[in-house]
């Protein structure tokens, strides 16, 4: 996982050492580097927020709580300090980190986010914003069975190609269609645990 992570590190520490002193050149690095952070996987906290703890991830927001044009300073001021390339790489990873949250509850973050004279730090923030974090477990959905001619598949897909079809006619045939001709193309709801 940490490839991606230390990629950048390295690329950081390149940047830090050809353009790490003259301030032009060095505020745009960090700009560089910033942007490298936006590009990067987020790393999921395994925190959600209270309000958001019932929703199915595909409808969860991941909010940085970190701001990565900060992190991305504070990249610089560490190699400054002689940071190694495998602490930088476990910073940029922390400086990923995502909780779920509502689309609502990101909004309402920015005004605390950009406040860091009054909220420092993105606990404080949490808390001026009302929300609170709880463990994250996965939710269930539900998930669908195509049974055809008495026998289930897994997917549109594996029902296609067990019928010799395409997953659209699989689609039509099992759920749309009210034609006699397809009485025996069926789909059952099950409860599935998804991530």
């Known amino acids: 996982?940490?490839?991606?992570?230390?990629?950048?590190?390295?690329?950081?520490?390149?940047?830090?050492?050809?353009h790490g002193n003259e301030p032009a050149e060095r505020k745009r690095a960090i700009g560089l580097i910033t942007d490298g952070l936006y590009q990067c996987k987020p790393v999921h906290s395994g925190l959600v927020s209270k309000s958001a703890e019932h929703l199915t991830v595909s409808?969860?927001?991941k909010e940085h709580f970190y701001s990565r044009a900060r992190c991305a300073s504070k990249i610089f001021q560490m190699l400054?300090?002689?940071?190694?390339?495998?602490?930088?790489?476990?910073?940029i990873i922390e400086a990923c980190s995502v909780h779920y949250v509502t689309k609502l509850e990101n909004t309402l973050?920015?005004?605390?986010?950009?406040?860091?004279e009054n909220y420092p730090t993105w606990q404080e923030q949490y808390a001026a914003a009302g929300i609170e974090l709880v463990p994250y477990v996965k939710k269930s959905a539900k998930k669908n069975v195509y049974i055809i001619h008495g026998i289930e598949y897994n997917s549109l897909g594996e029902g296609a190609a067990a019928n010799n079809c395409k997953t659209t006619d699989?689609?039509?045939?099992?759920?749309?269609?009210?034609?006699?001709?397809?009485?025996?193309?069926?789909?059952?709801?099950?409860?599935?645990e998804i991530q």
């Open 170 to 192: 699989v689609y039509y045939r099992c759920i749309t269609s009210k034609s006699k001709k397809y009485c025996d193309w069926k789909v059952r709801k099950l409860d599935n």
């Open 109 to 116: 973050l920015v005004r605390y986010q950009q406040d860091t």
């Open 1 to 18: 996982m940490s490839d991606n992570y230390r990629i950048l590190a390295k690329l950081a520490i390149t940047l830090h050492t050809g």
């Open 80 to 91: 400054d300090a002689g940071t190694t390339e495998d602490q930088l790489t476990d910073f």
């Open 59 to 61: 409808k969860l927001t």
